[in-house]
């Protein structure tokens, strides 16, 4: 894909230095695709396991996980569906190609078209033979895409989004998407440690997001039709930074309107009007999903993780916890 958008090509050899694993048994590819996304899939093979060489590099980080996979091997990918811990996935072909099915939706996936797959679908991955198949399949939280479309039509959605299956990359909406796709990548490989920050990987995140709702045809899309509406306001800008800032701090519904210049009264009535829950409940469920984040990608005891995060009662923690994710907290640290 170069910069004019006439080469395809997302990169020549994307995330070369982060190989999770490369081995002759597939099995090892499944497991580790399970262990990159989070427990977001189940990954199944559809036919006999098969031999060949499989090869999977992957980066997961917050909202999103990317990974590079380079296998022979028929699969069947089972998402969650659940809306408080769903992921879209989008794969997209970097050599060779795949005869994807999603439900009654079918699509040869290549360097030219890519599948979106919502929060609930199951699709069916069978790389065509002939040349090595090798694609990128990046997961992107719904919460992202509900943030996202929020920030463009200054209301969350009111069900969950769903995008149409194919997505053509080779129109000139689909080259935008595909443009980011490869700056995230080109950052995620970058040797320079500014490109690791945490908070220009969300920012590039978020600009792919943005992209993909307005370039692929949704369940929303007439929301969108006659292109971006106010974002959220002022004060609840101001709200959403000082919680985002402060998050491993004590805060408080007092604490949020004295930085967003307004009463508890009129922020609360913002976030439900504009968010659909309260301040203190958006606190809590990012928190969460900070905190399950660290679980997955580091070795720290779950309860030094929550501590880190501001949860300072326990028995508390986990009831929450299970009621976001349908887990508790050592069962997300028994996939580590």
Not at 152 to 167: M, Q
Request: charged content about 20%; proline content about 6%.
């Amino acid at each position: 894909m170069g910069s004019q958008g006439g080469d395809p090509t997302i990169v020549p050899t994307p995330l070369r230095n982060h190989l999770i694993t490369r081995s002759q048994n597939p099995a090892d590819l499944l497991n580790a695709a399970t262990r990159l996304f989070g427990g977001s899939i189940a990954t199944s093979p559809l036919d006999e396991l098969c031999g060949g060489d499989h090869e999977l590099r992957g980066v997961a980080a917050h909202g999103f996980a990317v990974g590079y996979f380079a296998s022979p091997l028929d699969v069947r990918v089972a998402s969650a569906g659940c809306r408080n811990r769903g992921s879209y996935f989008v794969n997209i072909g970097v050599s060779g190609a795949i005869s994807a099915s999603c439900g009654d939706l079918r699509a040869t996936l290549d360097e030219t078209t890519a599948g979106v797959a919502n929060p609930g679908d199951t699709q069916e991955l069978r790389p065509l033979r002939g040349r090595r198949t090798r694609f990128l399949g990046l997961r992107i939280d719904a919460a992202l895409v509900d943030q996202e479309f929020a920030a463009l039509t200054g209301h969350p959605p009111v069900s969950t989004v769903r995008f149409d299956f194919a997505l053509d990359l080779a129109n000139p909406k689909g080259r935008a998407v595909r443009l980011l796709v490869r700056s995230l990548l080109e950052q995620l490989d970058s040797g320079d440690p500014l490109f690791q920050h945490a908070e220009l990987q969300r920012s590039q995140l978020r600009c792919l997001v943005t992209a993909l709702l307005l370039a692929q045809p949704h369940s929303h899309t007439g929301e969108l039709h006659d292109g971006p509406q106010p974002g959220h306001p002022r004060s609840l800008r101001a709200a959403l930074a000082f919680i985002e800032a402060n998050l491993a701090e004590h805060i408080s519904l007092g604490g949020i309107a004295g930085a967003a210049g307004c009463s508890p009264r009129t922020l609360s009535s913002a976030f439900r009007g504009r968010l659909g829950l309260s301040p203190m409940s958006y606190v809590r469920n990012l928190r969460l999903d900070r905190i399950r984040e660290d679980i997955l990608a580091s070795s720290d005891p779950v309860g030094t993780i929550a501590y880190r995060w501001g949860v300072s009662h326990l028995g508390r923690f986990a009831g929450e916890y299970r009621d976001r994710f349908a887990e508790l907290p050592s069962d997300t640290a028994a996939r580590r």
